[in-house]
């Protein structure tokens, strides 16, 4: 089964917010093969916006086979967080969308 989703949130720098950054969300699995499901650029407030399409979901394995993260990337500075509870909750709430800017991703780490 595969799914689309809208997910959101913010980069950071050290304490400003990175404007111009490439965020991607990306599913790596057990292979060590990875696929892009969309990406997108920060704005002027450290903010993206991912429409991430064909997100495949196997009902009863949560993420053991594949990992989703959310990857943030300029230059050779990178940062990512790992989001497979993210997408399976999102799936399981029937949502359309998701917010992550409760986790912002860092360039400054």
Known sequence: MYFDLTLTGDVHDGSSMAVGVEVRIEERNYE?????????????????????TALPIV???????TGFYVVAQQGDRTAEWGINSVIT??????EASADLSDVPLDLAD
Do not use: F
């Open 32 to 52: 060590t093969s990875t696929q892009v499901h969309g990406t997108g650029v920060t704005d002027d407030q450290g903010r993206y916006r991912i429409d991430a």
């Open 59 to 65: 009902e009863g394995c949560w993420g053991w086979a």
């Open 89 to 94: 909750g999102a799936w399981q709430d029937g």
